[in-house]
């Protein structure tokens, strides 16, 4: 059975710090990877999605790695900004279906 | 892009009563369409799965004759909590794929649950 963890569980940094979260799953026969945000009381928001195939992916500010092998992604946030302060979660899909299994979540407060 | 609506945003029912939560996908055509449940400060699980024209399928534990999923046209499904107890007071989200295969997933909104 697929099981996500991430760590930190929750991080506080100060604004303009780089960053990096993590996120970690117990079966490497993934499809892709995807990492999303979650503000407080809304849904989510498709942050970047990595096929099995790739080893990362890039979309602003945001860097994601995938190292399928060794069951861990990883999330890089440059130049972290107030505005970034959410939930960020981790889900991987894999098997016969298309179901995403997600992680626990990493609450992130970037400080003004 | 991809445009998923959730309705209602939040209800309030009492216990004993059903509640519907609708689920659309607004610009596209979803073949799969997923329900989630979120407990305060806890991931998402997924509740089950529905194929257009199809029952759903339920995840382990979850009740089918309780949360009742119709998926009835490309762009709309539905969850139903029949009666429901203060336990079911969740946040529920919904997602919607345009393939029963490996493609991305878009997701609602999502409905805050309470009940009292």
């Known amino acids: 059975k697929q099981e996500v963890t991430q760590i930190p569980a929750a991080l506080s940094v100060p604004e303009g710090e780089n960053l990096v979260l993590n996120c970690s799953f117990t079966d490497s026969a993934i499809y892709n990877l995807q990492w999303f945000r979650q503000d407080p009381g809304k849904g989510l928001t498709s942050l970047l999605l990595i096929q099995s195939s790739q080893r990362e992916q890039t979309s602003g500010r945001l860097n994601a790695s995938l190292d399928k092998s060794s069951g861990r992604s990883t999330l890089y946030i440059a130049a972290s900004q107030p505005g970034d302060s959410a939930t960020y979660l981790c889900a991987v899909e894999g098997g016969a279906t298309n179901k995403l299994i997600f992680g626990t979540g990493t609450l992130l407060a970037v400080q003004p | 892009g991809a445009v998923v609506s959730q309705h209602p945003s939040w209800v309030i029912c009492k216990s004993g009563t059903s509640v519907k939560i609708e689920c659309r996908s607004l610009?596209?055509?979803?073949?799969?369409m997923f329900w989630y449940r979120q407990f305060p400060k806890q991931s998402l699980m997924l509740m089950a799965t529905s194929n257009e024209g199809s029952k759903a399928t339920y995840e382990q534990g979850v009740e089918k004759d309780k949360f009742l999923i119709n998926h009835a046209s490309l762009t709309l499904s539905t969850l139903t909590v029949t009666s429901a107890h203060p336990e079911d007071s969740s946040f529920y989200i919904c997602?919607?794929?345009?393939?029963?295969?490996?493609?991305?997933?878009?997701f609602g909104p999502g409905t805050r649950l309470t009940v009292t």
């Open positions: 610009d596209f055509q979803a073949t799969t």
């Open positions: 997602s919607a794929s345009t393939s029963g295969g490996t493609y991305e997933q878009y």
